[in-house]
């Protein structure tokens, strides 16, 4: 089956620490994306890959950053910079076509102990 | 920049009712549009999108939304709702970003609770 998978699903941090949060795909997507979500305020968008060895900075990049060194991988790293890290990361791709719909993966929920 | 509104933090209704959850957006070009669902602890589904023609939208289980520019709504509909709707509701908004993909700016989110 085609999907998205992320893990761990739970995951706990002590202050301090750098955590990398995994995103696999094998859907062919050219497009992948990272997402923050808190209770009551939306998806926020962290980084945006469109094409291997390339990202852009989203809305919320400080105190995160990525890699993408395949086509089906774009693993996100919260380090230590990250002021508030507890919340629920969502990894989405979609094909690079411009309009074209994003599919979303079963998110991970990091929480800073 | 683009910008969603969802209103409605919470809404109920009995299992059987009608529903509408409201969507404003903030855009200046044609918007691309979509409405997703979220199970607790899950991603996010697409249940419809809107990019051109027809103004209202078909989508899974039983939802549509209507494009009225004239409003800058795009407003989710159902005409019965089944228990198994109970979910948070996003809508969001097509924006170009650099290297030209159209990347959502979601809403904030409606939470939608079903009374048997």
């Known amino acids: 089956d085609g999907g998205i998978t992320q893990s761990p699903k739970y995951l706990f941090r002590k202050e301090g620490q750098n955590v990398t949060l995994s995103c696999e795909q094998n859907l062919n997507h050219d497009a992948m994306y990272w997402y923050r979500q808190d209770p009551g305020q939306g998806l926020r968008l962290i980084y945006y890959?469109?094409?291997?060895?390339?990202?852009q900075k989203g809305d919320i990049a400080e105190g995160y950053s990525v890699s993408r060194e395949k086509k089906e991988s774009f693993p996100l790293t919260v380090t230590s910079a990250q002021k508030n890290p507890t919340a629920f990361y969502l990894c989405?791709?979609?094909?690079?076509?411009?309009?074209?719909?994003?599919?979303f993966g079963p998110g991970t929920r990091l929480t800073v102990l | 920049a683009q910008s969603v509104t969802q209103p409605d933090i919470h809404i109920t209704v009995s299992e059987g009712a009608s529903l509408e959850l409201r969507c404003n957006y903030s855009y200046g070009a044609t918007p691309y549009l979509f409405w997703y669902v979220q199970s607790p602890g899950q991603g996010l589904q697409l249940l419809l999108k809107?990019?051109?023609?027809?103004?209202l939208v078909q989508g899974i289980k039983g939802f549509e939304a209507e494009f009225k520019r004239s409003q800058s709504s795009f407003n989710l509909r159902k005409p019965s709702v089944h228990w198994s709707d109970a979910a948070e509701y996003f809508c969001a908004v097509g924006a170009i970003r650099s290297g030209g993909s159209y990347i959502p700016t979601f809403g904030r989110g409606t939470s939608l609770i079903v009374h048997p």
């Open positions: 809107y990019f051109s023609g027809d103004t």
């Open positions: 989405a791709s979609s094909p690079l076509r411009g309009t074209d719909t994003q599919y």
């Open positions: 890959s469109q094409i291997v060895n390339d990202f």
